[in-house]
DNA sequence: AAAGTATTGAAACAAAATTTCAATAAGGTA
DNA sequence: TACCTTATTGAAATTTTGTTTCAATACTTT
């Protein structure tokens, strides 16, 4: 086992110190309840979670902060769908790849080592510096397939 | 070698009359320009293509008509990126995936046997319907990388 | 404490995509 | 062919997402 270089709000504290920027109580709001959604979410089910934890913070503060999470790592883009992007928290979980049911839109995760294997492979390859990898199968779940779906 | 079902206008309208819509002279130009496009594409683009070449089709025939391409497996939505979605025809190329350069934009196509392996065991495992599947690497090229990017 | 600068929220703005609606055209029927 | 029904179209309005502006404020350094 590698020793983590730190939690989430360790990391993110010094990516922003490293980048000059100023470490203020918004940006660690948001931080922490990005990491306190055990899912995918949006910009706007972000929003609603932390008014109603009484946070006032604006939506744009949150597509603000949310470029910053993505560059230090801590964040990734995981889909576009109905007109917006979703996000999720990757510090502290493996990569993972996803399914989606285009009728009933579950998503459920996967692991598979080959993915990775492709993606090191490529920028060994090529020379390229690899940042992130997405891996997406779209369909329709064992429930859907045969529906009017 | 298997027969190709035919090509990608007669495809198109069958799966037009088959839906109980009607092929008009608009769906076809469009579904014409996107298989003259050899690249990825956004709607700007071939709206601009369009007009350049005299059609006076509008942008929400446009975008009336890129989900029915969709559905018929005829097109794909590739990557969301600068704000808008990006597409390419998909009929009559090998799947392939993609390397886009965080820094300079390019994408680059590959190949690799192995991701349609990991999609086809986990649709027969989990019993789900593949309608496609997308793998993405997002980095530095090798011309970007240890740059300013 | 003062100066300098980054960040914030609110509102204005820009852009992408969808919807509305009256005119038109496709496709079926006589 | 003429006629009928109904889907489709373009243009404009609308909705939604995301970005930018800007004055007030908070952080950081001197
Ligand atoms: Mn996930
Ligand atoms: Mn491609
Ligand atoms: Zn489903
Ligand atoms: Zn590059």
Chains 1, 2 share one sequence.
Do not use: W
């Amino acid at each position: 086992m590698e020793k983590p270089p730190g939690s989430e709000i360790e990391i993110f504290r010094d990516f922003i110190k490293k980048k000059g920027l100023r470490y203020t109580s918004e940006r660690e709001i948001i931080l922490r309840e990005i990491f306190n959604i055990h899912d995918h979410f949006d910009v706007d089910e972000l929003y609603l979670r932390l008014r109603n934890k009484g946070h006032r913070i604006s939506k744009a503060s949150i597509y603000r902060t949310l470029p910053l999470l993505i560059e230090c790592g801590l964040v990734q883009e995981v889909y576009h769908e109905d007109g917006h992007m979703h996000y999720e928290h990757i510090y502290g979980h493996e990569p993972h790849a996803h399914f989606r049911c285009l009728s009933c839109r579950r998503v459920e995760e996967f692991k598979d080592q080959r993915l990775e294997e492709v993606a090191r492979e490529y920028a060994e390859k090529y020379g390229v510096e690899i940042k992130m990898t997405r891996f997406e199968i779209l369909g329709y779940c064992s429930t859907c397939r045969g529906g009017e779906g």
